[in-house]
C-alpha cells in the first residue's frame, strides 16, 4: 500500500513504478503433496500479501519500464506503446546503446527527458534502472491458441515450457531468460495465480520477454492432455525424493541427465511453494528430478525454480541436432574466423617468416 500524497502525486504523473519482490527457495517435492494437500500454503499466502501487490500504474494505465536492455529491445521490438523516455542527466554523452536509445526515439517522435539521477531513483522505487526508464503500455501473455499449430511430425525436437502459477517476476524473469537462451520454442504459463508480465520480470529476463512470446491458458490440465493426445511427451519436474518421500508408482521419476529427447516434449515447471499441483502432476508421463552432488541437510535439499529451469533446459537443449556442424563452429568463433584448424592451433607468425612445412617444400625442391 503506498503511503503519503506526495509519492501518489509522483506515480500518477509518471505511470507508477514496478513492484519489488524478494526470491523464495522451494520444495517442489514434500510429504503432504501426497497426502492430497498443497504444501507451502502459509508461506505462499504471506507472498501473495507482502511481495505481490499490484504494479501502480499511472490513469492512463501506462506503467515504468526500467533498465538498459529492457528499455532498447522494447523499442527494438515495438511491440509496447512508449509515452515517455528518461534518460539520466549528467552524463558525459550519450553513446553506444543509450545514444541508439535516444534516436530511437526521436525517429519515432517519442518525448524524451532528461532528469536527475535522484529523481529516476525516485520514479523506479531504487530498483536498478541504469539511467534509463520508460513509460509504457503493459506487456500481455496471448492465448495459447494463438502459438499455431505445431505437430509432432513437424519436428522431433520441439520443446515448450509450461509454467504453473509461477508468483515471483524476478523468478518468472530469469526463468524466460534462461529459455530464451537455450533455444525453448514457446512457453505457455497457467493464467490463474501467475505472476504477469510486468517490469520486474523485463528486467530480471534482461529484456528477453520484450521480444519473444509467452502464452496462457486457463485451463493447464486440458492443455496437457490434449497435448499429451497429440503425441507429444509430458514431462513434469520434481525435486530430488529423500528417504522420507515415498515414490510415486503412477509417474516414473528419472534423472534429468538419463533423459533422451526423442520427440516433441512439454517440459512442465511448478511454483515457488508447492510445486506441481497433484491434477498436473498426474498429467505428466514422466518426472524429472536433479541429483544433488552430496548428502543434503533438511531445507536444501532443493533448488530455487530458476536455478532448476537452467539446470533442466540445458541438459534437454544440449541434445537439439537441428544446429549443423558447422553452424555450431560459427556459434563458437562469431564473425571472426578462427584461429584453431583441424591439424591444431595456428601460431601468429612474422610476415618475414615462414611456417615449418613452407621451409621443407622450399629444400625438398
Not at 501502480?56 to 521490438?77: I, T
Not at 539521477?117 to 513509460?135: F, I, S, T, W, Y
Amino acid at each position: 500500500m503506498l503511503q503519503g500524497s506526495s509519492t501518489m502525486a509522483l506515480l500518477s504523473a509518471l505511470g507508477g513504478a514496478t513492484c519489488r519482490c524478494s526470491g523464495h527457495l522451494a520444495r517442489h517435492f514434500s510429504q503432504t503433496a501426497w497426502r492430497g494437500e498443497r504444501p507451502g500454503g502459509e508461506e505462499l499466502r504471506r507472498l501473495l500479501l507482502d511481495d505481490l501487490a499490484p504494479t501502480p500504474r499511472s490513469a492512463s494505465g501506462l506503467e515504468l519500464l526500467f533498465g538498459l536492455s529492457p528499455c532498447l529491445l522494447a523499442l527494438r521490438a515495438a511491440r509496447r506503446r512508449v509515452a515517455r523516455l528518461f534518460l539520466q542527466a549528467g552524463r558525459s554523452g550519450l553513446q553506444g546503446e543509450r545514444a541508439e536509445l535516444l534516436r530511437v526515439a526521436e525517429a519515432r517522435d517519442i518525448p524524451v527527458l532528461r532528469p536527475r539521477r535522484q529523481k529516476l531513483d525516485a520514479l523506479c522505487r531504487h530498483q536498478v534502472h541504469q539511467g534509463v526508464c520508460m513509460e509504457v503500455s503493459p506487456l500481455r501473455p496471448r492465448p495459447w491458441t494463438e502459438a499455431g499449430e505445431a505437430r509432432p511430425g513437424d519436428d522431433p525436437q520441439q520443446l515448450w515450457l509450461v509454467l504453473e502459477e509461477l508468483q515471483d517476476p524476478r523468478n518468472l524473469g530469469a526463468v524466460l531468460r534462461s529459455a530464451h537462451f537455450l533455444g525453448v520454442d514457446k512457453v505457455i504459463t497457467s493464467r490463474r495465480n501467475s505472476c504477469p508480465l510486468t517490469p520486474v520480470v523485463s528486467k530480471a529476463s534482461a529484456g528477453a520477454v520484450e521480444v519473444m512470446d509467452v502464452f496462457f491458458t486457463d485451463d493447464l490440465d486440458g492443455f496437457l492432455q490434449a497435448k499429451a493426445q497429440q503425441g507429444w511427451l509430458v514431462v513434469g519436474t520434481v525435486g530430488c525424493p529423500g528417504p522420507e518421500i515415498p515414490p510415486s508408482s503412477e509417474v516414473p521419476i528419472t534423472s534429468c541427465l538419463e533423459f533422451l529427447w526423442d520427440r516433441p516434449t512439454l517440459l512442465v515447471l511448478g511454483n515457488e511453494g508447492s510445486g506441481l499441483s497433484p491434477e498436473v502432476q498426474s498429467s505428466c508421463q514422466l518426472l524429472l528430478t536433479i541429483l544433488p552432488g552430496r548428502q543434503l541437510p533438511p531445507g536444501l535439499e532443493s533448488l530455487n525454480v530458476s536455478v532448476a529451469a537452467g539446470i533442466l533446459l540445458h541438459s534437454i537443449c544440449s541434445q537439439r541436432k537441428g544446429i549443423p556442424e558447422e553452424g555450431k563452429r560459427g556459434l563458437l568463433q562469431g564473425p571472426r574466423e578462427s584461429s584453431v584448424t583441424a591439424e591444431g592451433p595456428r601460431v601468429a607468425q612474422d610476415p618475414g617468416q615462414s611456417s615449418g612445412s613452407e621451409k621443407v617444400r622450399r629444400d625438398g625442391g
